[in-house]
C-alpha cells in the first residue's frame, strides 16, 4: 500500500511540472519569449553572457515544462531552426536555449553575424506531447493526417526525424509531406516498414 502512494506522489509531482496544453501560453507569455529569444541572439552574437531578468509572477507558465523550437527567417527565408520533440527544462529556458542554438550551431547555415541580427524575426513553436499514430500503411497515414495542423516525427532505430506543423505551408500534399520527412529521416522516398514509429503532434506557434 505505501509503495502505492508513494508512486502515485511521484506521478502527480512530476505531472504538475509540464504545460498541459500549449494554448494555456498567454500574450504576455508569448512577449517575453520572444523578447528573451532575441536576447539570447544577440548575446551570443555579441560573445556575452546571457543574464536572466527575473520573470515576472503572473508569468507561471514559463517555469513549466513543455517542448519548443525556435525558428529563425531572414527575408522571408529560413535561417535556422532548431527545437527538441521532448520537455527536459521549463520552456523559458528551452527558448533561450533554442534561440541561441538556432543562431549559432544549426550546420546548414554560418552563425549568424552581428549585421544579420537585426534583419532576423523569431517564431516560436510550443509542442505538444507526440501521440503515437496507430496506422498499418503510408495510404492509412495520409488519410489521417489533418494538413495545416498536424505536426509528424518518424522514427526506426537510430533514424528520427520531424515536420513543424508549420511546414504544411511549403508542403500542401500529405504525400509529399510524408515523403520529404521520410526523406530528412535518411529514408527513401517510398520507404515503409511496420518497425516505423509514426507519432503526431500539435503547436502554438507565433513570432515578431
Request: charge should be neutral.
Amino acid at each position: 500500500m505505501g509503495r502505492g502512494r508513494f508512486m502515485s506522489k511521484i506521478t502527480k509531482d512530476m505531472f504538475s511540472n509540464y504545460l498541459h496544453h500549449p494554448d494555456e501560453i498567454s500574450e504576455q507569455e508569448k512577449q517575453f519569449l520572444l523578447k528573451s529569444a532575441r536576447r539570447s541572439i544577440t548575446c551570443a552574437v555579441d560573445n556575452r553572457s546571457f543574464l536572466l531578468s527575473d520573470v515576472p509572477i503572473e508569468l507561471s507558465n514559463l517555469k513549466l515544462h513543455a517542448a519548443t523550437f525556435v525558428t529563425l527567417e531572414m527575408n522571408n527565408e529560413l535561417r535556422g531552426c532548431v527545437g527538441k520533440l521532448e520537455p527536459d527544462q521549463s520552456i523559458l529556458d528551452d527558448v533561450i536555449g533554442n534561440a541561441k542554438s538556432a543562431a549559432m550551431k544549426d550546420s546548414r547555415f554560418n552563425p549568424v553575424s552581428a549585421l544579420e541580427v537585426d534583419e532576423i524575426t523569431i517564431k516560436i513553436s510550443v509542442l505538444s506531447s507526440p501521440q503515437d499514430m496507430r496506422v498499418d500503411s503510408e495510404a492509412q497515414l495520409i488519410k489521417e493526417l489533418v494538413p495545416y495542423r498536424d505536426g509528424l516525427v518518424i522514427s526506426e532505430g537510430y533514424r528520427k526525424s520531424t515536420f513543424l506543423p508549420s511546414v504544411w505551408e511549403n508542403l500542401s500534399d500529405p504525400v509529399e509531406f510524408i515523403q520529404h520527412l521520410k526523406e530528412k529521416a535518411g529514408f527513401s522516398k517510398h520507404y515503409w516498414s511496420k518497425r516505423l514509429r509514426i507519432q503526431k503532434y500539435f503547436t502554438v506557434e507565433f513570432g515578431e
